[in-house]
């Protein structure tokens, strides 16, 4: 079983619509980051966060430590948003080397 | 800031030959990772360096992969023999020195294709 499990695998959504993407995790972590990888291939950091939640722009992430999961949120979707996303959690005490990813969400958004 | 920086963007080689992959991290960052993305396992981290030293190499493949850091600005990815199945995007990421758990920024990556 992976560590760090994503669901839904992938989804499809209507401009406009409000997405969730969320993100579990089976070990103690310090921190986590929701990425984004385009078409294009690139990875860009969307947010690292270790409590609470956090917001820029469209997009929100919360994160509930006791629970052990993360959600990542996007408002009003765009089908520029479509992309995978992906999280990544650094176990609690490990290196910076020991980022366990996820096998990411691919989000497909129409007009 | 130019980013991370990697070369070549993709490569096609035949099964045999050498590869090189360069990174040129963030400057300032003192973290480096070479990552490796295929359809089949998704992201998985091959080594990261930690002020020009490498910390966890667990990652490697095996013998015929290497990675070298010689400078705080540059890295190299070593394939030698390179094989079918090494075909994959490598990703090289940088992080700054503020401890643990720290955000890493990802280069566009380098699209390795052996015949």
């Known amino acids: 079983k992976n560590e760090v499990e994503q669901s839904p695998q992938n989804l499809t959504a209507q401009e406009g619509e409000f997405i969730t993407i969320n993100c579990s995790y089976s070990?103690?972590?310090?921190?986590l980051h929701w990425l984004q990888q385009h078409p294009g291939g690139g990875i860009v950091s969307l947010f690292m966060?270790?409590?609470g939640k956090k917001k820029h722009g469209r997009l929100i992430a919360t994160i509930n430590i006791q629970e052990k999961h993360s959600s990542l949120h996007i408002t009003a979707s765009h089908p520029r948003d479509s992309a995978v996303y992906i999280c990544?959690?650094?176990?609690?005490?490990?290196?910076?080397?020991?980022?366990?990813f996820g096998k990411g969400t691919k989000l497909s958004v129409k007009p | 800031d130019a980013g991370v920086i990697q070369s070549p963007r993709h490569e096609v080689t035949e099964m045999g030959q050498e590869v090189t992959l360069r990174c040129k991290p963030i400057?300032?960052?003192?973290?480096l990772f070479w990552y490796r993305q295929t359809m089949m396992r998704g992201l998985e981290l091959l080594i990261y360096f930690n002020n020009n030293v490498p910390i966890d190499d667990s990652g490697m493949p095996e013998d015929r992969f290497s990675a070298k850091m010689p400078n705080a600005s540059f890295s190299t990815l070593k394939i030698q023999p390179s094989e079918p199945r090494d075909s994959a995007v490598y990703f090289c990421a940088s992080s700054p020195p503020l401890g643990g758990g720290n955000e890493q920024y990802f280069g566009p990556g380098t699209r390795l294709t052996v015949t």
């Open positions: 966060l270790s409590s």
């Open positions: 990544a959690a650094y176990p609690y005490g490990g290196s910076q080397g020991n980022l366990i």
């Open positions: 400057s300032g960052h003192n973290s």
């Open positions: 070990v103690g972590i310090s921190a």
